[in-house]
């Protein structure tokens, strides 16, 4: 399935810095069909040791890796709901993705100036999320003036739609984003028809400067504030140093780790970033294994077989009949699937199986 993060930021907080890291990362997009030609879009591989070990097990000659698009968005300025700046290209482009990823600056820098002169993270969250709230009071407001005509004549759908826009802008008027209201699962069935930015969820990106005046590491009094801005609203975060994981990117292994130890660097905030997206979106993977390929696909958590299925064929769904199911762990300490057969361990499964993150699975269809 298609997966995009835009990622988003104000000037010089290493926004496009980490978005050149990330394609550095980049897999052939010939393996993704949703993928397009774009220079600002990077087709990045979500880490899993699991792939590489189910390949080897396998004598895989193709290793195709579950994959992330990341966009880099154009940059946000005060007034881009207003269209200022790059501002009405900056929202179409993240009205596209799935999710956003929010790039804060959390270290000081004389030769670096901020836009607003001063590092102040939680400053910096609500410059852009004031930009996506503002945006969608115009398309509430719009909607809601489209649906009164058939609100006054008594259309249940749109009573409805009309009593949950009114509960979101005046979350929207109150400066909270959509996705911090507790809306069910037919409400947000209606909201999702809207494509509000302040709907899709948010990872906060701290990024920090290897060798430098980083708040974390200080301490400092608008870090924990940042930390308790983030928790309050249930949102994920990961810390990177976009800057060192740039240099990095053309290094693999041991070589990259000596290095990364040399510029001062503990931690790849790359991969937890890329992991950290797949996760705040709930999916997860199951794997296909042979000699020709091992790949990872990507399914909402939750999925049944056939739904599944749908990820390698969308026929799956209708003409499928079992599955062959085995956790990843269990057919690797098997040795071979004639052994894990022998042990119990494939499993048969039907259409109400829900597959777990790790199965392997072929189906028959």
Same mark, same amino acid.
């Given at each position: 399935?298609?997966?995009?993060?835009?990622?988003?930021?104000?000037?010089?907080?290493?926004?496009?810095?980490?978005?050149?890291?990330?394609?550095?990362?980049?897999?052939?997009?010939?393996?993704?069909? #949703?993928?397009?030609?774009?220079? &600002?879009?990077?087709?990045?591989?979500?880490?899993?040791?699991?792939?590489?070990?189910?390949?080897?097990? &396998?004598?895989?000659?193709?290793?195709?890796?579950?994959?992330?698009?990341?966009?880099?968005?154009?940059?946000?300025?005060?007034?881009?709901?207003?269209?200022?700046?790059?501002?009405?290209?900056?929202?179409?482009?993240?009205?596209?993705?799935?999710?956003?990823?929010?790039?804060?600056?959390?270290?000081?820098?004389?030769?670096?100036?901020?836009?607003?002169?001063?590092?102040?993270?939680? &400053?910096?969250?609500?410059?852009?999320?004031?930009?996506?709230?503002?945006?969608?009071?115009?398309?509430?407001?719009?909607?809601?003036?489209?649906?009164?005509?058939?609100?006054?004549?008594?259309?249940?759908?749109?009573?409805?739609?009309?009593?949950?826009?009114?509960?979101?802008?005046?979350?929207?008027?109150?400066?909270?984003?959509?996705?911090?209201?507790?809306?069910?699962?037919?409400?947000?069935?209606?909201?999702?028809?809207?494509?509000?930015?302040?709907?899709?969820?948010?990872?906060?990106?701290?990024?920090?400067?290897?060798?430098?005046?980083?708040?974390?590491?200080?301490?400092?009094?608008?870090?924990?504030?940042?930390?308790?801005?983030?928790?309050?609203?249930?949102?994920?975060?990961?810390?990177?140093?976009?800057?060192?994981?740039?240099?990095? &990117?053309?290094?693999?292994?041991?070589?990259?780790?000596?290095?990364?130890?040399?510029?001062?660097?503990?931690?790849? *905030?790359?991969?937890?970033?890329?992991?950290?997206?797949?996760?705040?979106?709930?999916?997860?993977?199951?794997?296909?294994?042979?000699?020709?390929?091992?790949?990872?696909?990507?399914?909402?958590?939750?999925?049944?077989?056939?739904?599944?299925?749908?990820?390698?064929?969308?026929? #799956?769904?209708?003409? #499928?009949?079992?599955?062959?199911?085995?956790?990843?762990?269990?057919?690797?300490?098997? *040795?071979?699937?004639?052994?894990?057969?022998?042990?119990?361990?494939?499993?048969?499964?039907?259409?109400?199986?829900?597959?777990?993150?790790?199965?392997?699975?072929? #189906?028959?269809?």
């Amino acid at each position: 399935m298609a997966l995009a993060i835009g990622i988003v930021g104000l000037p010089n907080v290493g926004k496009s810095t980490l978005f050149n890291a990330l394609t550095k990362k980049s897999v052939p997009a010939e393996n993704y069909p #949703f993928c397009t030609i774009d220079p &600002s879009v990077g087709v990045v591989a979500v880490p899993d040791e699991r792939l590489e070990l189910l390949a080897k097990f &396998s004598n895989t000659k193709k290793i195709v890796p579950a994959a992330v698009e990341f966009v880099d968005i154009a940059g946000l300025v005060k007034g881009a709901s207003e269209g200022e700046g790059l501002g009405n290209q900056f929202l179409s482009h993240i009205r596209e993705t799935d999710a956003i990823a929010e790039v804060v600056r959390i270290f000081e820098d004389s030769n670096i100036i901020h836009v607003d002169g001063k590092i102040d993270p939680v &400053s910096d969250i609500t410059t852009i999320n004031l930009e996506l709230i503002l945006a969608d009071m115009q398309t509430v407001t719009k909607r809601l003036a489209n649906i009164e005509k058939d609100v006054k004549r008594g259309d249940k759908d749109a009573t409805k739609e009309k009593e949950i826009l009114l509960r979101v802008q005046a979350a929207l008027e109150a400066e909270k984003l959509a996705n911090e209201l507790d809306l069910n699962e037919e409400e947000q069935l209606v909201m999702r028809s809207m494509h509000l930015l302040t709907m899709k969820p948010i990872l906060y990106v701290l990024n920090k400067k290897a060798g430098g005046k980083n708040l974390d590491e200080m301490n400092d009094e608008r870090f924990a504030k940042l930390i308790a801005y983030i928790k309050e609203r249930g949102a994920h975060y990961v810390i990177v140093d976009a800057g060192v994981e740039h240099e990095l &990117s053309q290094f693999e292994g041991e070589e990259k780790e000596m290095f990364r130890a040399e510029l001062g660097s503990k931690n790849d *905030g790359i991969n937890d970033l890329i992991k950290g997206g797949y996760d705040m979106l709930g999916l997860e993977t199951y794997f296909t294994t042979g000699e020709v390929e091992t790949r990872a696909w990507t399914i909402k958590k939750g999925s049944t077989a056939p739904v599944a299925g749908m990820a390698i064929h969308t026929d #799956f769904k209708d003409k #499928f009949i079992r599955a062959e199911i085995i956790f990843w762990k269990d057919l690797l300490d098997a *040795g071979s699937f004639a052994n894990a057969k022998e042990k119990g361990l494939l499993r048969t499964e039907g259409k109400e199986y829900i597959v777990r993150d790790g199965d392997v699975i072929e #189906f028959r269809v």
